[in-house]
């Protein structure tokens, strides 16, 4: 019984982080990665489609993306959801392709992003607390059912803190390697 809160704490801690690290990746850092456009949708044929889908994205330099485009009739479809997304990118039509130049970070964007950054990585870590507390609960519930003795629940609850800490540890180190990374260019 202990040994499955365990495992689903883990499991739900470690969706936490991948979250989080999903999220801080979407965070432009003035350099060009096909990553960016990741979350971007275009309504073909009734549905919406991923733009990865319908295209292939190529990193021309580093802050240049290129969007070869399977289809020339979507083109303008692609280049009007990139404009409507908050990426704050300004595609370019080139023949049947579509080019967009990554704006260099100024210093001021630089501080914003990492605010939002520090913001998303407190998230996490009450998300990671939060999961804790439910661990405990479902612990102390345990003891007072008499299913466990209270050295098990003891233990219990020392594993679950010993892992809040190393996921809280983990979301340090992601958020450090972003600020160095937004700071470095």
Do not use: W
């Amino acid at each position: 019984m202990i040994n499955q809160i365990d495992i689903k704490t883990r499991e739900r801690m470690e969706a936490c982080i991948q979250t989080f690290h999903n999220n801080i990746n979407n965070i432009k850092t003035g350099r060009a990665s096909p990553t960016l456009l990741h979350n971007i949708y275009i309504e073909y044929f009734g549905s919406k489609t991923p733009l990865r889908q319908v295209s292939n994205i190529i990193v021309e330099d580093s802050h240049t993306l290129k969007i070869n485009v399977f289809d020339d009739s979507i083109t303008s479809l692609i280049r009007k959801s990139i404009l409507n997304s908050n990426l704050d990118l300004n595609p370019v039509l080139q023949g049947k392709d579509i080019i967009i130049p990554i704006p260099r970070l100024t210093e001021e964007r630089r501080k914003q992003l990492i605010k939002v950054i520090r913001g998303d990585a407190e998230s996490s870590r009450i998300q990671i607390r939060n999961i804790r507390r439910d661990a405990n609960d479902k612990v102390k519930r345990l003891l007072k059912d008499k299913i466990i003795s209270e050295d098990n629940e003891h233990t219990s609850q020392s594993k679950i803190q010993i892992m809040t800490n190393e996921y809280i540890k983990k979301i340090d180190c992601i958020l450090e390697k972003k600020e160095k990374e937004l700071m470095k260019f």
